[in-house]
C-alpha cells in the first residue's frame, strides 16, 4: 500500500513560479515510477510528467516541456514538480501518482498508475 500527499499548490500570477511536492509512504515508491498528471472540472485527467523509479527517464507533456521539471529523492520518499513561466492554462488541481511496482520507464499511461494523491489546486492569474 501506498500513500501519497501532495502539498505547494496555491495562487500565483502569469510568469510565476510554483513548486509541489508527494510525499509517499509505503515500500514501494522506490521501484515506483511517478507522474503528476492535472484536471479541470468536466475534463479528463492529463499528463503533465513522468519519472522512473530510477530516475533515469523522464517525459514531459508537449505542453509544459520547458517550463516543467519533474525529479525524486528516494531517500525522502518525494517527488517533486518545479513549474516555471506559469500559464493561467495551467490552473488545475494537479494529482502525483505511483505506478505498479516494477515500472522503470517515465509512463504517461495514466492506467499504470496504482495509486493516487488527494490533489492540490494550482492557480494562475493572469
Known amino acids: 500500500q501506498v500513500q501519497l500527499v501532495e502539498s505547494g499548490g496555491g495562487l500565483v500570477q502569469a510568469g510565476g513560479s510554483l513548486r509541489l511536492s508527494c510525499a509517499a509512504s509505503?515500500?514501494?515508491?522506490?521501484?515506483?515510477?511517478m507522474g503528476w498528471f492535472r484536471q479541470t472540472p468536466g475534463k479528463e485527467r492529463d499528463f503533465v510528467a513522468a519519472?522512473?523509479?530510477?530516475?533515469?527517464?523522464?517525459d514531459y507533456a508537449d505542453s509544459v516541456k520547458g517550463r516543467f521539471t519533474i525529479s525524486r529523492d528516494n531517500a525522502k520518499n518525494t517527488v517533486y514538480l518545479q513549474m516555471n513561466s506559469l500559464k493561467p492554462e495551467d490552473t488545475a488541481v494537479y494529482y502525483c501518482?505511483?505506478?505498479?511496482?516494477?515500472?522503470?520507464?517515465?509512463?504517461?499511461?495514466?492506467?499504470?498508475?496504482?495509486?493516487w494523491g488527494q490533489g492540490t489546486q494550482v492557480t494562475v492569474s493572469s
Open positions: 519519472i522512473s523509479w530510477s530516475g533515469g527517464n523522464i
Open positions: 509505503g515500500r514501494t515508491f522506490s521501484t515506483s515510477a
Open positions: 501518482a505511483a505506478s505498479y511496482s516494477g515500472i522503470d520507464y517515465a509512463v504517461r499511461d495514466r492506467y499504470a498508475y496504482r495509486y
